[in-house]
């Protein structure tokens, strides 16, 4: 694991803002990057992979206003439907090997429709699954800033140990999520796309990446929002696109 770069306190709203299952506004119609093959790292002879973690389209949840993080969870909405077509029609080119989705069904169906596209299975991997909210699932989405993202605030900023009150603490989730992780890189697919949610994604990469920078921030995952990064479980993951926008690396 890589030492976590830390965030700022006034981020606070913009990472309830991402975490939210708020309904947003589309993203895989914007423009974005595209992305390498697997190469070998400089570093040593382990191969590096390049991941494209893709937030889930709109789902019933999201429409809803009330915090949903349950599994198997609410279906995608007629909009999240829409959504998930432009999502694939964008993508479909980028040669993915692998389509990976969480145990969620709004990424499974989201997932689905690149699937179809590409002729590509979708392999369900649990440890992609949004952070739980624990004693706060079922509140208005509008407490969460104050209530759910304080512990995620707090391993952001280094300290794994807090924990959402009946749900995980940073350990718990940053294991869970790295050994999906592993199991994609395991797959030897090198070029996977991930769908998963705008929590887990966005804690996750900026836990992990050697690149973290809290400024991105400013730019949260909206529904079908994506973030990609390069690199191996064993030497570390650099971040090489945020939502289109392409990081220095």
Sequence with gaps: MHPRSSVLAQSTAVIATVISLTACGSAAGDSAQST????????????????????????????????DTSTPGPEISD??????????????????DGIYASSMIRTQQTAEYLARAID???????GLREIEAG??????EATAQRTLFAAPLAWLQGHLEERIPGSVDGNEF??????????????????????????????????????????????????????VITGNPQTGWMLVDWNGTPIPH
């Design 36 to 67: 390498s093959p697997a190469v070998t790292s400089s570093r040593d002879a382990t191969p590096t992979i390049t991941i494209t973690f893709m937030r889930h389209a709109e789902s019933a949840g999201n429409a809803s206003g009330i915090i």
């Design 79 to 96: 909009k999240g439907r829409r959504e998930a077509q432009i999502a694939a029609d964008a993508f479909a080119s980028r040669d993915f």
């Design 120 to 126: 590509e299975p979708v392999e369900v991997l649990p």
């Design 135 to 140: 004693q706060f699932e079922g509140q208005p």
């Design 174 to 227: 940053d294991q869970r999520f790295d050994d999906a992780v592993q199991n994609i890189y395991d797959s030897g697919d090198t070029h996977p796309i991930a769908f998963a949610h705008g929590g887990s994604i966005m804690v996750w990469t900026l836990m992990n990446v050697e690149n973290s920078d809290s400024g991105l921030l400013s730019n949260p995952l909206r529904n079908t929002g994506y973030v």
